[in-house]
């Protein structure tokens, strides 16, 4: 057995032992297992303590109390006089070794469920999230019948892109530009550009005007100074008209 397992110093600390022999009860027991929680160096000599005492397994080989054993102890604990002299053998000094060792495994127990910090709780794994088909954007057509004899003029116009094309329009003379207006929902014209006088027109349509062309808007065509209208809306007569649809 190993005598550096026992803690040493000038003012030993008795508690440490009682504690680690199963000897203190009730309130004396709750204070020893705090200074356990709350003192390092008391904790580490109640541990010193129980592997001291531990090895008493390693010493004797374990055998049955000798017959009587337990009558005389209760005898002495609570008879008004001490019991006879007892002669111990080797068998009789190990029963209260066995009796040592039980109460230091029963406190040993009870200490590790104190103390045993409690197992992290895992975090919620949120569930991924799936992504979300979009339908592609529908085309949207519209055919722009002039006011008087001439050839309508169809548009198709892609949202995915902002792509607005136009076929060949004959609206317009080389004194004029032919301009091409979306109405929406609020009623007001705005400009989507010049139409070419000869072939077709394709424009890439930027900004807010991307929302106005939706099914149901109004595109018209009004006749304006070369170069466009110089006040941001119609000027000159509107020779064409026609409303947006999806395909």
Do not use: C
């Not at 004029?176 to 705005?190: C, F, K, M, T």
């Amino acid at each position: 057995m190993s005598e550096d397992a026992i803690p040493t110093g000038k003012d030993p600390d008795a508690a440490a032992a009682e504690l680690a022999l199963g000897l203190l009860e009730g309130e004396e027991r709750v204070i020893a297992l705090r200074r356990v929680l709350a003192e390092p160096g008391f904790a580490q000599d109640v541990e010193r303590w129980r592997v001291h005492l531990g090895q008493l397994f390693d010493i004797w080989p374990e055998v049955a109390a000798p017959p009587g054993m337990m009558d005389r102890i209760d005898l002495a604990l609570d008879g008004p006089a001490a019991p006879p002299p007892v002669t111990l053998t080797r068998t009789g000094r190990l029963w209260p070794g066995i009796a040592a060792a039980s109460s230091l495994i029963a406190a040993s127990l009870l200490l590790v469920v104190l103390i045993r910090p409690m197992p992290p709780v895992p975090a919620a794994i949120p569930p991924k999230k799936q992504p979300v088909a979009t339908a592609p954007a529908r085309m949207l057509v519209a055919s722009i019948d002039p006011s008087a004899a001439g050839k309508p003029v169809t548009v198709v116009y892609d949202p995915a892109s902002g792509s607005l094309r136009l076929t060949e329009s004959t609206l317009a003379d080389a004194n004029r530009s032919a301009e091409l207006w979306v109405i929406a929902g609020d009623g007001v014209p705005h400009s989507l550009g010049l139409l070419h006088i000869s072939g077709g027109t394709t424009f890439t349509v930027t900004g807010d005007n991307r929302a106005r062309l939706s099914a149901g808007a109004t595109l018209a065509v009004s006749l304006e100074p070369v170069g466009g209208s110089p006040t941001g809306l119609p000027t000159g007569p509107v020779v064409a008209t026609g409303a947006l649809s999806q395909v």
